[in-house]
């Protein structure tokens, strides 16, 4: 018995949705149920996990270019700042591979085996010793640009007092839970971590007012050397405000979401976030350079610490930070005013 052409179209059809997931029952035809991803119950847990090493990810190509830049640039630097420099490109590089390798055990070498969510990977508890590590330095960095600025030990010694525990609440945090292990316990540590990112956070707002505050003083209402002030004021600022963002962001989904790792979204980039502003206070006298002689170049470099400087009397170098940086201009405006003079004074001849 030969079929029909209508009745194989209809069983060709009945073939082609089986194959395309669907059954038959009766005259209705319904979808058949489909396997869900087991990662999609886990979406808060590795999502923003993910988001935070891809930001991160993305911040360390920019201070790499950073990097380059300096050492391009050729600055004739303190010893000091060029170690702190090339300790951060370090401790950004290591940090930045580690926290990759962290998403390649979650997400592909555990993919199928979501109980390796319960447990932290080393570059997880290693995020707070580097990001305290970064804090310490850009800390002590600007404080000694301060004590430069204002030649004040009480004000210098005060930062320091500040940012040794604000490290050491860090290297405790992170070295607890790498202890622990076990995420579920990592509740036990809320103690420490509200210490160090509270105490963190009034260290970078403290640096960035009393920095603003000394260059905003040196304001002479001139516009190149208000110009170079301004420079200089936007970067304490950035030091301060994108670190604190991100550390309040840190604290709060800690506390707030402890299930979720949103705490990690914000903790993870926090280190390539010191280094782009600490970095940026320095590559900003590329510009200088090309508005200032050599001279008030070198001037100004001193007075704020970039450059070995010159035993000199101790005073209040912000107060006359204005005059270092406007110097070349004061001396032409002298050579100006005396080249008038002198053509007032030349008697004119009759003709």
Request: net charge positive; proline share 5%.
């Amino acid at each position: 018995m030969v079929a029909s052409p209508s009745v194989e179209k209809l069983f060709l059809a009945s073939r082609v949705f089986e194959r395309a997931g669907y059954k038959r029952r009766g005259e209705e035809v319904l979808p058949a149920p489909r396997l869900t991803s087991p990662m999609g119950v886990y979406d808060q847990i590795l999502g923003p996990l993910l988001i935070g090493i891809l930001f991160n990810i993305y911040l360390y190509g920019i201070v790499t270019y950073q990097y380059a830049s300096y050492y391009r640039a050729n600055f004739n630097d303190r010893l000091t700042v060029k170690c702190v420099v090339a300790f951060l490109f370090v401790l950004d590089t290591v940090h930045s591979a580690a926290v990759m390798y962290m998403a390649w055990v979650y997400m592909v070498a555990n993919y199928a085996n979501p109980t390796a969510l319960q447990f932290g990977v080393w570059p997880y508890p290693f995020t707070p010793i580097g990001t305290a590590s970064s804090a310490l330095v850009t800390h002590l960095f600007l404080g000694d640009r301060i004590y430069r600025l204002t030649q004040r030990k009480v004000l210098y010694a005060i930062i320091i007092t500040m940012a040794l525990p604000t490290f050491g609440l860090g290297m405790a945090s992170g070295i607890e839970a790498w202890i622990i292990h076990v995420n579920a316990d990592m509740p036990r540590i809320n103690g420490l971590v509200i210490a160090w990112l509270s105490m963190q956070v009034s260290v970078d707002i403290f640096l960035t007012v009393t920095l603003s505050i000394i260059l905003g003083r040196a304001k002479t209402g001139m516009p190149s050397t208000d110009t170079v002030l301004r420079r200089l004021i936007r970067g304490a600022i950035q030091t301060g405000l994108f670190a604190s963002i991100f550390s309040l962001g840190d604290l709060f989904s800690f506390l707030l979401l402890p299930n979720a790792n949103f705490y990690g979204m914000f903790a993870i980039p926090i280190g390539r976030i010191y280094s782009n502003t600490l970095l940026d206070t320095l590559l900003v006298r590329e510009k200088l350079k090309m508005e200032m002689s050599s001279s008030a170049f070198e001037r100004t470099s001193r007075v704020m610490g970039w450059i070995p400087s010159m035993k000199v009397a101790p005073g209040v170098a912000a107060t006359n930070l204005h005059i270092e940086v406007h110097r070349n201009l004061q001396d032409s405006t002298d050579i100006l005013s005396s080249y008038d003079d002198e053509r007032k004074n030349v008697p004119v001849n009759p003709v």
